[in-house]
Structures are given as structure tokens and as C-alpha cells.
């Protein structure tokens, strides 16, 4: 079992940055991918970003340009730099990660709160 913790989240204005990191309890160097999504109240969860194994990334329309997804395997840990904050972005974000054999692990989600 891999249990991957969140850290990073918090108010910010809009315009502002912020990194989003997920720690993973082991490694992360044969996940298949590695995502970020969030969900906003009253909304379903969407996929933000992800990036692979080998790393290809896709991202979000809705943060193409603001947001960037990275993997450091030696730390097993998974970036988000968000640029540009948009009070929309206003959501709780969770780490995701699917294993070889299809397995999926999720970290327990951090708030980020986009307000002036």
C-alpha cells in the first residue's frame, strides 16, 4: 500500500501562485501516471493534469498556460505550480495514482481557495 499526502493548498488572490505537492509513502518510479484533479462544491471531480511514466503531460483546458505538472521520482513526490490563480481554481485538489496493474491511489485532498 502507497499512501500519498498532500501538502501546500491555502488561500491566495487571484493572480497569485501556488505549489501543490503529493508525497508518496513509497516509490512512485513504476506508477503508470500520476495526476492532480480537484473538485469544487456542488461539481463532479475533474482531471487538472497528468503525466506519466514516461512524462508526457495533458492538462485541463481550463488551466493550459497556468498550470504545470512534474514528477520528481527520487523524492516520490508530484508537483503543481499553478500561475495565474483564478477564483474558479477555488477547489479541494487531490493526488492520484494509477499503478501497472491499474491499481488507483488517492491522497486525501488539500483546499485551495482562490479570493480576494
Known amino acids: 500500500q502507497v499512501q500519498l499526502v498532500e501538502s501546500g493548498g491555502g488561500l491566495v488572490q487571484p493572480g497569485g501562485s501556488l505549489r501543490l505537492s503529493c508525497a508518496a509513502s513509497?516509490?512512485?518510479?513504476?506508477?503508470?501516471?500520476m495526476d492532480w484533479y480537484r473538485q469544487a462544491p456542488g461539481m463532479e471531480r475533474e482531471l487538472v493534469a497528468g503525466?506519466?511514466?514516461?512524462?508526457?503531460?495533458n492538462y485541463a483546458d481550463s488551466v493550459k498556460g497556468r498550470f504545470s505538472i512534474s514528477r520528481d521520482n527520487g523524492k516520490n513526490t508530484l508537483y503543481l505550480q499553478m500561475n495565474s490563480l483564478k477564483a474558479e481554481d477555488t477547489a479541494v485538489y487531490y493526488c492520484?495514482?494509477?499503478?501497472?496493474?491499474?491499481?488507483?491511489?488517492w491522497g486525501k485532498g488539500c483546499l485551495i481557495t482562490v479570493s480576494s
Open positions: 492520484h495514482a494509477l499503478t501497472q496493474t491499474f491499481f488507483n491511489y
Open positions: 513509497g516509490s512512485i518510479s513504476s506508477f503508470y501516471a
Open positions: 503525466i506519466t511514466k514516461g512524462g508526457t503531460t
